[in-house]
């Protein structure tokens, strides 16, 4: 069977010549000389193009890239899609800069005009506007969006450069430009980003390119290139600053790029933003509280069954507004061990509507069973009633620690029908903080075993810790979008551990 694609080396070539005879740098020290591109750069085209069928159409259809911050990613993008507005012989083609805000879609948008203006041949070719660039034989186009637009529907690009994918806040502006783009034959869409922040819309891209680069999966319209710190690298390494940047020891300097690896080095803090931007590992949180690979390595399957006859400790945070109601069971298991398992909850109605404004894939974690639904648009505290029965009947629980600003009611209620074992628990720094501490000992410790939830993952990647001045501390999620109520949860659980508190009557209902 003969194969369908074939590699042609004339029309791979094609676009690095028009690139280096038509294009000029247009900022720094090279501005005026023409954009001559690295070996590196050059592959990534040649693979791009290069590989056609009988007819001459493209294999490669998504284009996508991940390259660390100042290894050129917009200045790349901003000469393939002149190149394709220019030179594909497509009328009236749509193609369109594209970028999570106005403002970051107008860099590639900005550096086009550029492009343009700084070469005698491309200024013939063009007609310059404000906001768009129209190639005068083809009435071509190229526009700039962002995803902060509020009508998406109707385009029909013929090719699509987004810039900086990991700030797209979700994926609507992704699946309305990539669903019009493939009716038109040998339609692009090139993705150049950084790493993002794990758990994002941005992130199910990446995955999914890894999976074809190590033929996980086939796909042979998608093209991965990644270049990224291997898993495990000694962040402070040369070696591993010049693996992750392909421009490493040319027009990213040496001296310059350990200004900011000794930032990383003396500042906690800036080490997730170092290995995001500069080393293109995928992170949680800026300011990470427990480093996601300890809580990693205390994943292990749980068997319920065996656990049944273990002291058992629950703390519960139901929901206010759009938070996740979590329940966490903590068993004490003698020896100085724990098991540790949560459950989570959401009305079923805000589950799309969640996906969208906290860019995290709710739909999945529903579908897998790792967050369960309840009817309706607000949370079903029936359905966690029965929960809190099946727990009860089955484990050896001694106490369900909840925060009582929302749950005193309910509390006073399970007690009355069920005689459950309630505490309530002021959320207060000196009553965390020891819980929150043992909490992280045991993680690193590696003394508590979890079921490799990944809603509780994403929970613990999200906590940022505030200290006070006697050194107390309380887990918060500062200024992210990400959810932190299991691990909220679990603090609460440990105080029960921790404290051994009697179980209160509906009579006395008090703040411990």
């Given amino acids: 069977m003969a194969k369908r694609w074939k590699y042609d080396e004339k029309i791979a070539e094609r676009p690095i010549q028009l690139i280096e005879g038509n294009i000029k740098h247009v900022i720094g020290a090279f501005a005026g000389s023409p954009f001559l591109l690295e070996e590196w750069q050059k592959q990534i085209i040649r693979q791009a193009f290069g590989w056609v069928d009988k007819d001459g159409n493209r294999k490669h259809r998504f284009i996508y890239v991940e390259l660390p911050k100042g290894n050129g990613k917009s200045f790349l993008l901003s000469a393939i899609i002149i190149i394709l507005c220019a030179t594909e012989g497509v009328h009236r083609g749509e193609n369109y800069c594209v970028a999570g805000d106005r403002f970051q879609a107008r860099i590639i948008f900005d550096t086009c005009r550029a492009m343009v203006e700084a070469s005698p041949a491309l200024n013939r070719a063009f007609e310059l506007y404000k906001n768009s660039i129209i190639h005068k034989k083809t009435n071509s186009v190229i526009h700039v969006i962002s995803a902060e637009a509020h009508s998406k529907h109707g385009f029909r690009p013929y090719s699509i450069a987004f810039d900086e994918l990991h700030v797209q806040p979700n994926r609507e502006l992704y699946d309305t430009l990539t669903k019009g783009m493939i009716k038109l034959p040998n339609s692009m869409c090139w993705m150049i980003t950084t790493a993002g922040v794990k758990n994002t819309f941005a992130e199910t891209?990446?995955?999914?390119?890894?999976?074809?680069?190590?033929?996980?999966?086939?796909?042979?319209?998608?093209?991965?290139?990644?270049?990224?710190?291997?898993?495990?690298?000694?962040?402070?390494?040369?070696?591993?600053?010049?693996?992750?940047?392909?421009?490493?020891?040319?027009?990213?300097?040496?001296?310059?790029?350990?200004?900011?690896?000794?930032?990383?080095?003396?500042?906690?803090?800036?080490?997730?933003?170092?290995?995001?931007?500069?080393?293109?590992?995928?992170?949680?949180?800026?300011?990470?509280?427990?480093?996601?690979?300890?809580?990693?390595?205390?994943?292990?399957?749980?068997?319920?069954?065996?656990?049944?006859?273990?002291?058992?400790?629950?703390?519960?945070?139901?929901?206010?507004?759009?938070?996740?109601?979590?329940?966490?069971?903590?068993?004490?298991?003698?020896?100085?061990?724990?098991?540790?398992?949560?459950?989570?909850?959401?009305?079923?109605?805000?589950?799309?509507?969640?996906a969208r404004l906290e860019n995290v894939n709710y739909e999945a974690w529903v579908e897998a069973g790792h967050v369960e639904t309840t009817f309706g648009n607000v949370i079903d505290l029936e359905t966690i009633e029965k929960r809190l029965i099946e727990i009860c009947n089955r484990y050896n629980v001694k106490s369900i620690g909840c925060d009582p600003w929302n749950t005193k009611n309910f509390a006073a209620v399970m007690m009355e029908r069920h005689l459950m074992p309630f505490v309530m628990v002021s959320q207060t720094i000196t009553r965390l903080s020891e819980p929150t501490k043992k909490l992280e000992e045991w993680i690193v410790g590696r003394k508590i075993r979890h079921n490799n939830n990944p809603v509780l993952r994403w929970m613990i990647d999200n906590v940022q810790i505030y200290r006070d001045t006697n050194d107390n501390i309380r887990a918060h999620k500062g200024k992210s979008r990400g959810k932190i109520d299991g691990v909220a949860a679990t603090v609460i659980a440990i105080h029960e551990i921790l404290e051994d508190v009697e179980p209160q009557t509906v009579d006395e209902i008090k703040f411990v």
């Fill in 205 to 354: 891209i990446h995955d999914y390119a890894l999976k074809i680069k190590r033929k996980v999966i086939k796909d042979d319209a998608w093209l991965p290139v990644i270049y990224a710190a291997e898993d495990g690298a000694d962040p402070f390494k040369e070696e591993t600053w010049a693996a992750a940047n392909p421009a490493y020891g040319k027009f990213i300097r040496p001296d310059d790029f350990k200004i900011v690896v000794n930032e990383a080095r003396n500042n906690p803090s800036a080490l997730n933003s170092f290995k995001r931007l500069h080393l293109n590992i995928w992170t949680g949180s800026v300011e990470a509280w427990i480093p996601v690979h300890d809580y990693d390595e205390c994943g292990a399957v749980l068997d319920f069954e065996d656990l049944e006859g273990y002291p058992c400790y629950l703390g519960l945070d139901v929901a206010s507004n759009r938070d996740l109601t979590a329940l966490a069971a903590v068993w004490d298991l003698g020896g100085g061990q724990y098991a540790w398992h949560c459950w989570f909850w959401c009305p079923e109605e805000t589950v799309t509507e969640r």
